[in-house]
């Protein structure tokens, strides 16, 4: 059975705070890896990795893929009361056509 | 602004009734989903579609139904609701194998309380 794993699974921080989310995963036929953010309603796309070791940046936040040990990482620097959201890890299935999401870390920043 | 459009942003609907939960996307997106999201459990998917007529079941399929009779709209059917399909349902869509480089494009959801 394909599972995604995040830890923590919720996390409060202050504003300015460094926070490092986690998303293991065991899967038969690994695609690609996915991050999304989900405020109070749809989850948007921040990230897809496909490559181990190549990092993608967007802003404040950051993703890296390792493939050999099965996790990655998002990271968010300098921490903002906006960034306050559930984050979805999602694993796509090569020949299923289909994702695998993880529960979410749900992050709080407070001022 | 591309976008996927729930026709419900909340519904309630008595044991036993039939339920329709629309979703319509102006992406010409191949491939569509609908998940329900409950505390504690993350996104389950319910059932997919890859092309008009076509269906998968996803991982918790029982008690649901969909229908994709245009490449833009993808209905879930509840045929008798009950009180354990009270949830939020998510629909998404997106490319084959997300091949764009993008992931899905989802709903704002449709909140579902079953009474």
């Known amino acids: 059975e394909d599972k995604v794993v995040q830890s923590p699974l919720s996390l409060v921080v202050h504003e300015g705070d460094t926070v490092t989310l986690n998303c293991s995963y065991e899967v038969t036929n690994f695609r690609s890896l996915l991050w999304y953010k989900q405020e109070k309603k749809a989850p948007t796309f921040l990230f897809m990795l496909?490559?181990?070791?190549i990092e993608k940046k967007s802003g404040r936040l950051s993703s890296i893929l390792d493939k050999k040990e099965l996790f990655s990482i998002l990271n968010i620097t300098a921490t903002q009361t906006g960034d306050s959201a559930v984050y979805l890890c999602a694993v796509e299935i090569s020949n299923a056509g289909k994702s695998t999401f993880g529960d979410g870390t749900t992050l709080t920043v407070k001022p | 602004d591309v976008k996927v459009t729930q026709s419900s942003r909340y519904l309630v609907k008595r044991t036993g009734e039939k339920v329709f939960l629309e979703c319509v996307q102006d992406?010409?997106?191949?491939?569509m989903f609908w998940y329900r999201q409950d505390p504690g459990l993350g996104l389950r998917l319910i059932y997919f579609?890859?092309?008009?007529?076509?269906?998968e079941k996803g991982d918790i399929p029982e008690g649901y139904s969909v229908s994709r009779e245009k490449k833009e709209r993808f209905s879930l059917i509840l045929e008798s609701a009950s009180t354990n399909q009270t949830s939020m349902y998510l629909c998404?869509?997106?490319?084959?194998?997300?091949?764009?480089?993008?992931?899905?494009?989802f709903g704002s959801g449709t909140r579902l309380t079953v009474v």
């Open positions: 496909t490559s181990s070791g």
């Open positions: 992406m010409d997106h191949e491939n």
């Open positions: 998404a869509s997106g490319f084959p194998l997300l091949s764009r480089g993008h992931g899905y494009t």
């Open positions: 579609s890859y092309d008009v007529k076509m269906k």
